[in-house]
């Protein structure tokens, strides 16, 4: 079992910046695929980005160039840096993390982009 802790949404201007973290139960090391998806109302979930334990990252056409996924082993923590911020990014943003064909969802965290 992966226990998942997202933090660090909240409400913010468009054009302005988040960090979204998500705190890992067990090592990250051991978690072959953790990414961060995201889920606006009446919508469908969607991935955002990926980042696998070998350090390759995957980024959605829709936030290439503005967000950044990242870890901090230590901490087994995976970070969301989202830069430029634009009222379409509002959503509900999941981290998902994926160990040997079984998935782990966090429980989500808000995001709003005002315009």
């Known amino acids: 079992q992966v226990q998942l802790v997202e933090s660090g949404g909240g409400l913010v201007q468009a054009g302005g910046s988040l960090r979204l973290s998500c705190a890992a139960s067990?090592?990250?090391?051991?978690?072959?695929?953790m990414g961060w998806y995201r889920q606006a109302p009446g919508k469908e979930r969607d991935l955002v980005a990926t980042l696998t334990s070998g350090g390759l990252t995957y980024y959605t056409d829709p936030v290439k160039g503005r967000f950044t996924i990242s870890r901090d082993n230590a901490k087994s923590t995976v970070y969301l840096q989202m830069n430029n911020l634009k009222p379409e990014d509002t959503a509900v943003y999941y981290c998902?993390?994926?160990?040997?064909?079984?998935?782990?969802w966090g429980q989500g965290t808000q995001v709003t982009v005002s315009s």
């Open positions: 998902k993390a994926t160990r040997w064909g079984s998935d782990y």
């Open positions: 067990r090592s990250i090391f051991s978690l072959n695929v």
